[in-house]
């Protein structure tokens, strides 16, 4: 049987992964599986999934997660050591389901030849894209988007030559706040933020869909998964979230990947590719639907959009910067310490303070300028407490 090691094992991600594991009895033993702070959920993971090793990236969890798989005959560790041992424990397939740049170093420590990284962490890509891509071209690892959007395009884009496409366009539900104007949209509060229209996320992920940064992260990411420049890439909104994503080619023709939304269905075109298994993921029934929609983002009250076009197109470190800047604000956000728009405001601030760089061309370097983006946008934080502008 084939072996599967799960990063980011207790998230959202890691859940739907397990809902796959169980559709599909046999298709994969479980290695390894790792998470960031949740004793408890890491080792209940560990054992219905039965694995040999589960991983605490909180260092100081290492006993607490010992004693709670005493018995099972799970081995386990803590702290950045084990993440690592946890990605590079033999496996055919490692899920990478952190959230954040935290995500990334683990994730290249599990480029191994032959295998497949089912990736769902994008702030690698944004943050070290060029440098990612080509050390798993280099190793001969297989990357596979899990990204819905991606995971739409990747296989669209198998309807014709790379040459021949013109245009990759992803779709954005739009978020919570789609039909809001900017002064409500200023007084948002995370609850209100926390509310998808259409996906069960994690935290971090749905406060990105509200400012549409997701998407912006997400335009980084393709570009460097499909190897094109940022000026073939669009985003368009699509309340429904039903076609993820589309490619037009030069002859006028356009694939499109459409699925219920539902992250039950990249996952399971990532673990069976270039299978198909049965799953019990939901089916789209389009008379159901009766409709589909699509209208153009609106950059004036989701400014993220145009910040990640910029860092995209400026070739360094500015997406490293953004990302970095980004998560810094959503936390910041998510305990109350500033408003809604005090998000974008950081980045931009934190994005005009540091005056760019090369791209990095290793972990080192990208967790480098992560860390120098992280000092500025802390600094820059009280700027924006009280202004929910
Ligand atoms: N959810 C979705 O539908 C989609 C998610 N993605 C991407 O997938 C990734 C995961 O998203 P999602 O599952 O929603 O996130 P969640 O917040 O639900 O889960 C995050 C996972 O990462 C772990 N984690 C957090 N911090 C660390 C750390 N420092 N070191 C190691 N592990 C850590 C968490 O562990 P613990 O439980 O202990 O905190 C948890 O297992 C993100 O990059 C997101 O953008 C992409 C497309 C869709
Ligand atoms: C499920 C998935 O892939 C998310 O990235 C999703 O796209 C978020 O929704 P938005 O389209 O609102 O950003
Ligand atoms: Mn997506």
Known sequence: MKRLSILGATGSIGHSVRTLL???????????????????????????????????????????????????????????????EAAQREADVVVS?????????????????????????????????????????????????????????????????????????????????????????????????????????GAKITIDSATLMNKGLELIEAMHLFALPPERFDAVVHPESVVHGLVSFVDGSVTAGLAMPDMCVPIAHCLAFPDRIVTSCRRLDLVALGRLSFEAPDEARFPA???????????????????????????????????????????????DRINGGPAPASVADAMEADAQARRAAAVLLPKFSAKAS
């Open 22 to 84: 169980a559709d599909a009895p046999g298709l994969y033993e479980v290695e390894a599986v790792a998470g960031g702070r949740d004793v408890a959920a890491l080792a209940e993971t560990a054992r219905a999934l039965n694995a040999r090793f589960a991983a605490i990236a909180d260092p100081a969890a290492g006993r607490a997660l010992a004693e709670a798989l005493a018995g099972s005959g799970i081995a386990s560790g803590a702290g950045p050591s084990a993440l690592i």
């Open 97 to 201: 389901a952190i959230v954040g740049v935290a995500g990334l170093a683990p994730t290249v420590a599990a480029f191994a030849p032959g295998r497949r990284i089912a990736l769902a962490n994008k702030e690698c890509l944004v943050a070290a894209g060029a440098f990612f891509m080509a050390e798993a071209a280099r190793q001969g690892t297989e990357i596979l988007p899990v990204d819905s959007e991606h995971n739409a395009i990747f296989q669209a884009l198998e309807a014709g030559p790379r040459k021949a496409v013109e245009k990759i366009t992803l779709t954005a539900s739009g978020g919570p706040f789609r039909l809001k104007s900017r002064e409500e949209i200023a007084r948002a509060l995370p609850k209100d933020a926390l509310k998808h229209p259409n996906w069960s996320m």
């Open 305 to 351: 959009l145009a910040l990640a076009r910029a860092a995209m197109a400026a070739d360094g470190m500015a997406a490293t910067i953004l990302n970095a800047a980004n998560e810094v604000a959503v936390a910041a956000y998510l305990e109350g310490r500033i408003g809604f728009y005090g998000i974008t405001d950081t980045v931009a601030a934190t994005l």
